[in-house]
């Protein structure tokens, strides 16, 4: 019995996760359901929903819709076959590469998969994969699981961890032992092993040369290879060539299911990770997502050891040299508004803040691309291009256009694309001390201004918050927004308590003398239903007069309840719009609505009021003032 699953039952079958199993089984075992969704109408889950398919076929299906073709040609109707190739652009092999037998799993020595020779394929370049859109991306279905899995993270609690990590309610952090870690890395590398051909990427994480820490991915399929490729930092092949043992290594099983009677287990998806051994295994889940935010956690930990804080944010530079980072939970904005046309990208999702200023971890972006439009988001439209991983999208079988607008698989159709596909990304990937500390939040409520001004203690409340609040577009019945508090806009990632990485952005804003601002990127003139979603060209607006340093200089009022400080004027905005109370039709509703939201921050931050915020009383006592008060 699973000490850390609590009460579980075998389901007798939603529609939804019989189908999850079967396509990750392709046969109907009954899958282990796990926590029923949160109380209070909080829901401290960022993953996605399940996929709208309940067979294989039908997946694929979603994937291409029919027309009548032109002028018919066949290469074009026929997936790519995945080139036999050893080495590419960036893929010389150094001295002992590719290995015949592969280094995974020195331990056994009689098997059939000991025996097996399996085909290495060392740092690809991007020609592999499987179906290729009129741009040149590579379009590609990520199964079952088009999000992460967060009630399948899992982390090792040994000795260390114990003591170092953050575990019990709210943490991110599933405990699991040494033993089962070892169970489920060896069922990953059996897979793996049995495979005619693997993938391996060694690439890099963190522009700051200083702190760099190096990586090997191994994975099953030619998309996960390329999704790491984009967004990893690629070595050159003088790097590779000295590149010598990985900081930290994935095995990626993808598909391939942990066995759910393993202890720990709850499902047949588990993403482990394990520090001392510095390795993370992935199994039953084939979204490309969970190595990239795996590594991001691993991040979480080893940089504040060193004084660094890890950044659930994306990063900009003006060319003045003003950085301004941008955080915010998924869907908020980071990665559209840190692309940004008259500024230079340092990266979309993932930093570090150091004493050398900010450094991107990533070597790619990763971008929403539902709805996605040439003309409100032309760098992203056009970094979808040859090289780039097209995760979940709907496109036309005969022109390979894509339709951005389908959300026949999932909600969360996304964009992998490296850094350099933005023209005015900054590389190297690194910036001086921020200027700017712009929190995104998506308000369903309509009830957060457009735009607040905040000082620091409120500034640390809205960090630790982490609030959003989306609506779940394509579930029918779903009227009423769902508040989301995440930890430092980023609990699922985070390893140590909260208030650690609080400290130490309080200390560096402090330090640096960074604005922190709240922006709404959500709704505006009533909540999800009755208002609409605050368009993009004002917040961009909105952004711009931070960047430029003339919201600083606007005069301000202070709202009821929040306490924010919201502009009289932004130069490109419709006044009215600024507070919000101005655009309900029902004043009655909108303050009904802002004491509702008020009480769900109250109610998220109960448990951060026991905590110690950085060496001061003093910061802890107003960051717990300078929250809503009614
Ligand atoms: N006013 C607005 N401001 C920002 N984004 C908006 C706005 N209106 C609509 N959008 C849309 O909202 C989405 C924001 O998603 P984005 O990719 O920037 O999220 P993110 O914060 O980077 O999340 P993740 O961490 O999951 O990558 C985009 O699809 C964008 O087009
Ligand atoms: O990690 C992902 O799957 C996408 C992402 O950026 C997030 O959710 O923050
Ligand atoms: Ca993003
Ligand atoms: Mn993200």
Redesign the pocket.
Known sequence: MPENGGDFTFSKGSKATAAAAALLTRKSLPMIQTHPKGENGICHDDSAAPVKAHTLDELHSLQKKRSTPTTPSRELMDPLPIPGTRTGRWGRPHPGWPPTTIILHPSHCMSDSALKFTHVLYNLSPAAGSFITSTGALATLSGAKTGRSPRDKRVVRDDTTEHELWWGKGSPNIEMDEHAFMVNRERAVDYLNSLDKVFVNDQFLNWDSEHRIKVRIVSARAYHSLFMHNMCIRPTPQELEHFGAPDFTIYNAGQFPCNRYTHYMTSSTSIDINLARREMVILGTQYAGEMKKGLFSVMHYLMPKRGILSLHS?CNMGRGGDVALFFGL??TG???L?TDRNRFLIG??EHCWSENGVSNIEGG????CIDLSREREPDIWNAIKFGTVLENVVFDEHTRDVDYSDKSVTENTRASYPIEYIPNAKIPCVGPQPKNVILLACDAFGVLPPVSKLNLAQTMYHFISGYTALVAGTEEGVKEPQATFSACFGAAFIMLHPTKYAAMLADKMQKHGATGWLVNTGWSGGRYGSGSRIKLPYTRKIIDAIHSGDLLKASYEKTEVFGLEIPAQVEGVPTEILNPINTWANRDAYKETLLKLGGLFRKNFEVFADYQIGEDNKLTEEILAAGPIF
């Open positions: 994306g998924s869907g980071k990665t559209t840190s979309d999702d972006c990763y971008a929403k």
